[in-house]
């Protein structure tokens, strides 16, 4: 039901523009695996990542990884992107794994290469994923970090049990363990999905970012800096006893 689930993440304020934005077709876009559209009105703020590659149902090889990769080291350098939306543009799907196909024709260094770049590029992700699904293959061991996350997530036991097995699970079984925080009908058009992460995406656009709140709750603290009441309740508590403060 929903292996298209999308993820939201929610990116620190960067510092320059990326240089190509908006949602306007071209034809060099067009031949990307991944496209970055910029929201307007409304949603301006929110970013969209489109993974667009139908030959191989978005699945991860060099070329997507690498796109991928670049495009969010750009949109860490945008001071306008406060939310990101990834989403497929491949109907049914929303990344099948790896690249099995182009694996099996790579030499073990560059299989150890590329699976360390993989690992980068999912603890990226998983560090800021609002939302995301994780899915094993059968029969194959898992080497992007699955290992290690499922684990955090779910607890040994169960991880043990979903990575032996490789067990698939639909979006509602994925709630209820905890790995994806909503899952939601399908519709008509095959993206409810996107429309449950846009809606999420349109409610965190107004909070305060991480880097603005850590702004403020400086300027908080350096108030506090000078005042008794802050040497009173550090020598309480080296002396134990309850602080008397003052108001000063």
Same mark, same amino acid.
Request: net charge positive; glycine share 10%; proline share 4%.
């Given at each position: #039901? *929903?292996?298209?689930?999308?993820?939201?993440?929610?990116?620190?304020?960067?510092?320059?523009?990326?240089? /190509?934005?908006?949602?306007? /077709?071209?034809?060099?876009?067009?031949?990307?695996?991944?496209?970055?559209?910029?929201?307007?009105?409304?949603?301006? +703020?929110?970013?969209?990542? !489109? #993974?667009?590659?139908?030959?191989?149902?978005?699945? *991860?090889?060099?070329?997507?990884? =690498?796109?991928? *990769?670049? /495009? !969010?080291?750009?949109?860490?350098?945008?001071?306008?992107?406060?939310?990101?939306?990834?989403? =497929?543009?491949?109907?049914?799907?929303?990344?099948?794994?790896?690249?099995?196909?182009?694996?099996?024709? #790579?030499?073990?260094?560059?299989? +150890?290469?590329?699976?360390?770049? !993989?690992? &980068?590029?999912?603890?990226?992700?998983?560090?800021?994923?609002?939302?995301?699904?994780?899915?094993?293959?059968?029969?194959?061991?898992? +080497?992007? &970090?699955?290992?290690?996350? !499922?684990?955090?997530? *779910?607890?040994?036991?169960?991880?043990?049990?979903?990575?032996?097995?490789?067990?698939?699970? =639909?979006?509602?079984?994925?709630?209820?363990?905890?790995?994806?925080?909503? /899952?939601?009908?399908?519709?008509?058009? +095959?993206?409810?999905?996107?429309?449950?992460?846009?809606?999420?995406?349109?409610?965190?656009?107004?909070?305060?970012?991480?880097? =603005? &709140?850590?702004?403020?709750?400086?300027?908080?603290?350096?108030?506090?800096?000078?005042?008794?009441?802050?040497?009173?309740? #550090?020598?309480?508590?080296?002396?134990?006893?309850?602080?008397?403060?003052?108001?000063?």
């Amino acid at each position: #039901m *929903l292996r298209a689930l999308t993820s939201a993440l929610r990116l620190p304020r960067p510092r320059r523009p990326l240089e /190509a934005r908006g949602c306007a /077709a071209n034809l060099a876009a067009a031949n990307r695996e991944i496209q970055v559209c910029a929201l307007a009105g409304p949603d301006q +703020g929110i970013t969209e990542i !489109l #993974m667009n590659r139908p030959s191989a149902r978005n699945a *991860l090889g060099n070329v997507f990884v =690498s796109e991928l *990769l670049e /495009a !969010l080291a750009q949109l860490r350098e945008d001071q306008q992107v406060r939310v990101l939306i990834f989403r =497929s543009g491949v109907k049914g799907v929303f990344c099948a794994g790896a690249d099995l196909k182009e694996r099996e024709q #790579m030499s073990e260094a560059e299989v +150890g290469v590329f699976v360390q770049r !993989l690992r &980068g590029l999912m603890n990226e992700i998983a560090s800021s994923a609002v939302m995301g699904l994780i899915e094993t293959t059968r029969g194959l061991f898992p +080497g992007a &970090g699955g290992t290690q996350r !499922l684990p955090r997530c *779910l607890g040994v036991a169960l991880a043990k049990e979903l990575i032996f097995t490789g067990r698939r699970l =639909s979006g509602a079984q994925a709630q209820a363990l905890g790995l994806v925080n909503h /899952a939601v009908a399908q519709n008509e058009e +095959g993206n409810a999905a996107y429309h449950r992460a846009r809606a999420l995406a349109q409610e965190i656009l107004p909070q305060v970012d991480i880097a =603005s &709140g850590m702004a403020i709750e400086g300027i908080c603290y350096a108030q506090n800096i000078p005042t008794r009441d802050r040497l009173e309740g #550090m020598a309480a508590f080296r002396e134990k006893r309850p602080p008397r403060f003052v108001g000063e």
